[in-house]
């Protein structure tokens, strides 16, 4: 999953690079800003995260939670439900919800689920014909009419139609545009009506598919349709097409709301999950330097010790007890060091924490990755833990 979320990013990386050119160990705040406009980072998002950065020198480590703090409001659950599990996809003409669509419904079908779709996007043109094409090519159901037509009927019919034959999943097309947003409106909060009454409780989750080549001009788009009916989650698409990357950040922090899928390319198995972890690690990976694993540098230093011990015994020299004994207790201090380093790497693992500055030795500083709150942890007999215990 990270090597196409990562892929997705290419167009956003290429935009940074004409900011910093070459990765670095450290950047400044000038140039982080520069970079988070360059990916098109809303500018009030990015003074916020300016101004939770007190560092005159950015590292990874300290940039990674405050990335990561924009989608702090992002958790998703799924909901209870009696099946079929009926969801509503809504979203504007051309970001691609037919498509996503298609995308969904193979995901269902290669997880053993049966899918059924709905065409109640009975206003544009063609719409029920594409649907139908991607029906066939995946082998599904669907249920349709003519242009025009009730497409809260459509919704309902196939939902009834889920129900008699024991169908899994319901994914429902939506029109994206009627001739005043209040039309559109009154119609998608009709579809809602009838979905209960055919299935009560349904639609059980409303998507928003949002084009990821608008950038942040697609967030007054799903504040919108939010409030219209309520949307429970996002799906981003055309990301791997767009150097506009940086607006997820925006999109999250804005509306609050999960992302739960992104769309990395035209095939029908080109939708990943999000993982905002991975995706704040493809945005950095543009900016800093790759540090060398631990493993690599312990071998480094445990050849380099073994060097020098073969260069003192070919020494001729009354003093190379002491030397070989002064350089073995160098190396005893060396494997100490590596060992409270490798103890530090896991207790930040499994505990979820980011290191943001190293206090000395055995005191660091640290946060919580999904929340804006920091602490401090010790070295304490060889072993890493929170100070206050």
């Not at 037509?149 to 309902?156: E, G, Q, R």
């Amino acid at each position: 999953m990270f090597g196409f979320i990562k892929k997705s990013l290419g167009k956003t990386t290429e935009a940074i690079k004409t900011v910093v050119p070459k990765t670095k160990k450290t950047i400044t705040k000038d140039e982080l800003e520069d970079i988070l406009l360059e990916a098109d980072v809303e500018y009030p998002l990015v003074e916020i995260i300016l101004n939770e950065i007190y560092q005159e020198k950015i590292t990874r480590e300290i940039l990674l939670p405050k990335l990561l703090a924009t989608f702090a409001y992002t958790s998703y659950k799924e909901p209870e439900f009696n099946s079929p599990f009926v969801e509503l996809i809504v979203g504007v003409n051309g970001a691609g919800k037919t498509t996503t669509i298609a995308k969904l419904a193979n995901r269902y079908k290669e997880e053993g689920k049966s899918v059924i779709l709905g065409a109640a996007d009975t206003f544009r043109a063609a719409a029920i014909e594409q649907l139908t094409l991607w029906a066939n090519k995946l082998e599904i159901p669907i249920i349709s009419s003519q242009q025009g037509h009730d497409p809260s009927a459509v919704a309902y019919d196939t939902i009834d139609s889920a129900k008699a034959k024991n169908i899994d999943h319901v994914i429902i097309d939506t029109a994206g545009r009627l001739h005043t947003q209040t039309n559109l409106g009154n119609e998608l909060k009709k579809i809602v009506r009838i979905c209960n009454k055919a299935h009560e409780g349904s639609p059980h989750r409303t998507l928003l598919i949002i084009d990821g080549t608008q950038g942040n001009s697609a967030i007054a788009q799903a504040k919108a349709f939010n409030e219209m009916i309520g949307v429970d989650g996002i799906i981003i698409t055309k990301l791997d097409g767009t150097a506009k990357g940086g607006s997820v950040f925006s999109i999250a922090y804005a509306l609050e709301l999960p992302i739960l899928y992104v769309g990395t390319g035209e095939k029908p198995e080109n939708l990943v999950k999000f993982d905002k972890y991975e995706f704040v690690d493809g945005i950095l990976d543009a900016i800093f330097e790759e540090e060398k694993p631990q493993e690599e540098q312990q071998d480094k230093t445990e050849k380099t010790v073994t060097e020098e011990l073969k260069q003192i015994e070919k020494t001729p020299s009354t003093d190379n007890k002491a030397v070989i004994e002064e350089t073995l207790l160098e190396k005893e201090k060396t494997q100490e060091i590596d060992h409270k380093e490798e103890a530090l790497q896991e207790f930040l693992k499994n505990e979820r924490l980011v290191l943001l500055q190293r206090i000395s030795d055995e005191k660091v500083l640290v946060n919580y990755a999904n929340t804006p709150v920091d602490t401090t942890i010790i070295y304490q007999e060889k072993k890493w833990r929170y100070e206050h215990l």
